[in-house]
């Protein structure tokens, strides 16, 4: 933000992040956003953030399967990532 020279407010206009929000996340330690928030956020700064739409898409996918398929995907995924 700071980057970019942008207020909290011209941030919050970009965005689309209501300014109560934004002021919230930013001025309190610990503070959390919702992912529709920081996505919003992100994009407005030009930041490239991961998309929920994949892992969405997974879990969806994941719940479909039987309790053995999803068994079997989580022991081959975890193989995968060792």
Known sequence: MAQQGLSKAELS????????????FLK?????TSSENA??????????V???REYEELRK??????EEQRKFLLASARGLAD
Not at 13 to 24: I, N
């Open 13 to 24: 206009r970009k965005s689309k992040v209501p300014y109560h929000a934004l002021d919230k």
């Open 28 to 32: 309190r330690e610990g503070a959390t």
């Open 39 to 48: 996505t919003s956020l992100a994009n407005a700064l030009g930041i490239k």
């Open 50 to 52: 991961d998309d929920d």
């Open 61 to 66: 996918l994941f719940y479909q399967l039987s």
